[in-house]
């Protein structure tokens, strides 16, 4: 089965592409980091720290559509987060846009606010996992100094979530031929476990030949890796160009919509 | 010479109590193709696991003449490359290159010399431009020569194959054929295709609930019709009209 791997577009060959994974990974750091703790904004201040994100997609040749399908796909769960906002602080406030004034409550402010900052964090997200194949993230976290546990399971993850989903599809697809008529709430619910049971087996099965796999390879709990990273003139310059937009955006931009 | 495999008496039994493999006594000669052939259930996963010490039962088993014991095994997993059914379950790392160059890292090999293995072993099995590939996005053909290039980077004297051909195509299949024909390491090929046997072995080990049943010539073995038939296989079909000569042969004698 086909899916939509999220470094589907890792692949293409672009000047954002080619720079090394260690340093667009901090810069994204860095700017989610400062898009987060920027304190109740405006739109407009929000708008500006967009465009960074949005001219890497653009230049790169990430089709938005496709970066707005993600966006929406995550969506929901910052969705219930934003809307409960309104629901608990209802403090009146006035906002100005232009000529236009109007009045809401403080709840409403906060929920634009963490809509706003969750589109302009994951723009940034998706420009790095579209110009940076997997594997040079994890080298770069590697890099990093991360626990190598930890990038170890991101591998594997990464690795056998695509098997794990068509596997869980094909036992969906058994049951859906089989289905012939409704069978109620209750033995619905029993054929769903008896089916999750047997995606777990498989699953520890699976893991149990992937053990064998590296054990034969001589797999000793060491993990050694070799890294093709490099840092080049291009990836210096990027750097800075990032740190000089931030900067500019943090303290000259910013005060000015305050 | 020590022999490339050994056993003498070797039986295994399952943690349940079902017997495996039992009275297992095999020898195989460096350089030799030999197939392992029977119908499914008869052992042949379980005795290729044993070679290379994933399972421990009774009696002895030697690899190169080194005894399979906890002492030797590091030693033994260099000299005796496993390729699993599965190639998913082979191919574990985010891509092609960290996947065939995981053998020669664990070895201790340094950087310069992994490369070249790595780019040796990607050549031999025709996947020279595809290190950077992530394995899910090769073909069933591309996985199962990428399962084998793993093993291969890490200059195994002997190799062995869990049903190499499982879910290739013919033209794939072809290919498999072709390749491993080519290699210079002693190959155990466990399979119940009988063609894809006949086309690549020279000897013939037929097990059957746990038991070696025939081992010898594989032509030989193969086109003992009754033979196969009795164990659930059948006479490859290149080697059909020679045991029909046989059969007949034997009728008018």
């Known amino acids: 089965m086909h899916h939509a791997y999220i470094d589907k577009f890792a692949y293409q060959d672009s000047f954002f592409h080619r720079l090394d994974g260690r340093v667009k990974l901090i810069v994204v750091l860095v700017f989610t980091a400062l898009v987060i703790a920027l304190p109740r904004t405006s739109p407009a201040i929000l708008a500006c720290y967009a465009i960074g994100p949005f001219a890497v997609l653009v230049w790169a040749g990430i089709p938005l559509r496709f970066v707005f399908k993600h966006i929406l796909v995550i969506s929901p769960f910052v969705l219930v987060l934003a809307l409960s906002c309104p629901l608990y602080d209802r403090t009146p406030v006035t906002v100005a846009f232009g000529p236009l004034i109007w009045q809401t409550s403080l709840g409403w402010m906060r929920c634009f606010t963490i809509l706003g900052k969750f589109v302009v964090t994951m723009l940034a997200l998706i420009a790095l996992v579209s110009t940076t194949r997997f594997n040079d993230l994890l080298a770069g976290l590697q890099r990093l100094h991360l626990p190598k546990l930890l990038i170890i399971q991101l591998g594997f993850l990464y690795r056998y979530i695509f098997i794990l989903i068509d596997r869980a599809q094909h036992i969906l697809l058994a049951r859906a031929g089989r289905r012939l008529r409704n069978l109620g709430f209750k033995t619905e619910l029993q054929i769903a476990g008896a089916m999750l049971g047997s995606l777990l087996i498989r699953s520890i099965d699976n893991a149990e030949h992937i053990n064998i796999a590296m054990q034969a390879r001589g797999f000793d709990g060491t993990w050694h890796s070799l890294s093709r990273l490099k840092i080049r003139t291009a990836d210096l310059l990027f750097a800075a160009a990032s740190v000089g937009l931030m900067l500019a955006l943090n303290f000259f931009i910013t005060p000015l919509f305050r | ?253």
């Open chain 2, 1 to 253: 010479m020590s022999k490339a495999i050994e056993l003498t008496g070797f039986s295994y039994s399952y943690p349940d109590g079902t017997p495996a493999l039992t009275d297992i006594t095999l020898s195989i000669d460096h350089g030799r193709k030999v197939a392992l052939i029977g119908p499914n259930g008869a052992g042949k996963s379980t005795l290729l696991l044993a070679m290379a010490g994933f399972v421990k039962g009774t009696g002895k088993a030697s690899v190169d003449g080194l005894e399979v014991n906890r002492k030797n095994l590091r030693q033994i997993r260099t000299l005796l490359g496993g390729c699993l059914e599965n190639p998913d379950d082979q191919l574990f790392m985010p891509t092609l290159f960290d996947d065939v160059a995981f053998g020669p890292l664990n070895m201790g090999l340094d950087g310069e010399m992994v490369k070249v293995r790595v780019a040796e072993a990607l050549r031999t099995v025709g996947l020279a431009d595809m290190g950077d590939k992530a394995p899910h996005h090769l073909s069933a053909g591309q996985k199962r020569a990428a399962a084998i290039a793993t093993i291969l980077s890490m200059s195994p004297k002997i190799i062995t194959l869990d049903e190499p051909d499982g879910s290739l195509d013919p033209r794939n299949r072809n290919n498999l054929v072709k390749m491993l024909a080519e290699l210079p390491q002693t190959l155990i090929i466990a399979t119940c295709n009988m063609d894809f046997a006949a086309a690549l072995a020279d000897r013939a080990v037929l097990l059957d609930k746990g038991r070696i049943i025939a081992q010898g010539a594989a032509e030989e073995i193969m086109t003992d019709a009754r033979l196969m038939t009795d164990h659930g296989l059948e006479v490859p079909s290149v080697l059909k009209e020679k045991a029909n000569r046989s059969v007949n042969g034997r009728r008018s004698g």
